[in-house]
């Protein structure tokens, strides 16, 4: 049966059709990830990303504030400021500072920067881990207490109240250095990407249209909690057996419990926290192992957009 000059129009201009979409679609780059890392803050530092240049522009962004944030770093503003007591400090430093001390306020004292003494005492600073006495616990724990640490917001001037004084930013610098890298890459309207900085990640936007798949770590270092689907949400965790040390078969682990003294010592393993942002995810997940599971509840009430899963 011959085809009408009509119907034969249309096929041609069908066959045309799909021609063009084949052809779009074999000429399409191919997907492919890039990937950049380095130690920073302790920690490796994983970037993935659609993106050649994400790496470098996250990865940059991160030395930029650990050489600010780091304890271990002599000339860092924090260094500077556990040795002076008081210090002008950058804008950054100054802000990450003062959302610290509302952490504090938020966990009635459970999350506090300047537990660094107690940190120390316990041998966690130099990795020689030690068992103090009761004395010297009390002795150190004169020296704790955000409420300690005044802000002059005039001029970015940060001052402790006692001499001897030291701040630690271990539990929120990651975090924020997260936040401080997506604002980055935003500028460069780089809108996918996937930061993994140890028990820390930013998810910022998706995998070729699906949400970043990651799996959060469970009741131990080798075990996969959960896991999740993010996209443009920040997961952090804290851990026991981060860092932690064993006496007389008793287990003392690197998150102190700035109100005893003591290294934390609940039946919580571990616990991730998923926020809008790397510093709120990062401050909670220290919060919420330090406050352990009743009171986790109650905490995550008041920051809204916030999920907790304790392992
Ligand atoms: P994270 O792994 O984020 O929970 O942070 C743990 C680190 O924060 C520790 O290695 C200490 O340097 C510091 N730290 C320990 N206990 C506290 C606490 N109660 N509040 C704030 N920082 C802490
Ligand atoms: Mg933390």
Redesign the pocket.
């Known amino acids: 049966m011959a085809f009408s000059k009509e119907i034969r129009k249309y096929l041609v201009i069908l066959l045309i059709i799909g021609w063009s979409i084949a052809l779009l679609f074999f000429n399409q780059p191919p997907k492919r990830l890039y990937h950049d890392n380095q130690i920073l803050m302790g920690t490796f530092w994983e970037v993935t990303s659609p993106s050649k240049e994400a790496g470098q522009i996250v990865l940059k962004e991160v030395a930029r504030l650990d050489q600010l944030l780091s304890k271990y770093k002599e000339e860092s503003e924090v260094s500077q400021l556990n040795r002076l007591g008081k210090l002008k400090v950058s804008a950054d430093t100054f802000y990450i500072i003062k959302r610290s001390k509302e952490f504090y306020t938020a966990s009635s004292g ?4 300047t ?1 660094s003494p107690l ?1 120390s005492l316990w041998g ?1 600073t130099s990795q020689k881990h030690y068992l103090p006495t009761e004395q010297e616990i009390k002795a150190a724990l004169k020296l704790v207490g955000s409420d300690k640490i005044i802000l002059h917001e005039l001029d970015n001037v940060v001052e402790f109240r006692l001499p001897g004084m030291l701040i ?1 930013l ?2 929120i610098a990651k975090g924020f250095a997260l936040d401080c890298a997506v604002k980055k890459l935003r500028e460069k309207n780089i809108n996918n990407c996937l930061i993994y900085a140890g ?1 820390q990640i930013y998810a910022l936007g998706d995998k070729f249209g699906k949400p970043w798949k990651i799996a959060i770590q469970g009741k131990n270092k080798f075990e996969i909690g959960e896991t999740l689907e993010l996209k443009n949400k920040s997961a ?1 965790t ?1 851990g026991n057996y ?2 932690f040390f064993i006496k007389d078969e008793k287990r003392y682990c ?5 109100l005893t003294g003591y290294p934390v010592d609940s039946r919580i393993n571990s616990v991730t926290v998923i926020a809008n942002d790397g510093l709120t995810a ?1 401050a909670l ?2 919060i919420l ?2 406050l352990g599971k009743e009171k986790s509840k109650e905490i995550l009430k008041k920051f809204p957009n916030t999920q907790g899963k304790i392992f």
């Not at 459970?110 to 920067?113: K, N, R, S, T």
């Open positions: 459970a999350f506090d920067i537990v940190v966690f630690d271990g539990a028990g952090s804290s981060e860092q690197h998150i102190i419990n700035p990062d997940s220290t192992f330090v």
